[in-house]
């Protein structure tokens, strides 16, 4: 699914993944206090290909079945990166160090919020740390990751 979404420009698959994302069971203060959603920013280039972002896609289904805001405008992605996908855990880590940050005028809503951080698949999660970095010098007091998917690991059983 994850490939139709990202590659394939199924983008009516991101409702059917927020539904099931949406039924994560969460501790009653994460429901309590969480902000906002924030989708993993695309880099332009990437947008302009693929014609959508399928972190936003799936922040804003969630954000509606949540009963939350989505907060698109508040973490840039600061330049292009090459895709993760064929990347050792350390190359992936220095392909996002610093790529993104949280934008302009966005510290008075960030500060002190609990953000729900969407991506549509974690495997290292070098950029999920590196966009929580950023919401975090920005303001944000807590991030929770929220992912459709998670690639194996070296050590899974398959």
Not at 20 to 48: I, Y
Not at 85 to 94: K, S, Y
Not at 145 to 154: K, L, M
Request: charged share 20%.
């Amino acid at each position: 699914m994850v490939q139709a979404l990202k590659y394939d420009g199924w983008s009516a698959a991101a409702d059917g993944m927020a539904e099931r994302m949406a039924r994560l069971t969460w501790p009653p203060d994460v429901l309590a206090e969480r902000t906002a959603v924030v989708p993993v920013p695309l880099s332009a280039t990437r947008l302009r290909e693929r014609g959508y972002n399928q972190s936003a896609l799936l922040a804003r289904a969630l954000a509606r079945r949540w009963a939350l805001p989505v907060w698109e405008d508040v973490l840039q992605r600061t330049r292009g990166t090459q895709s993760q996908t064929r990347l050792t855990p350390a190359d992936r880590l220095r392909n996002v160090a610093g790529a993104f940050l949280a934008c302009a005028g966005s510290r008075e809503r960030l500060r002190g919020a609990h953000v729900m951080l969407v991506d549509d698949v974690v495997t290292t999660a070098a950029t999920l740390n590196a966009c929580a970095a950023a919401l975090v010098d920005g303001g944000a007091r807590i991030i929770s990751y929220v992912t459709f998917a998670r690639a194996p690991a070296a050590g899974d059983l398959r």
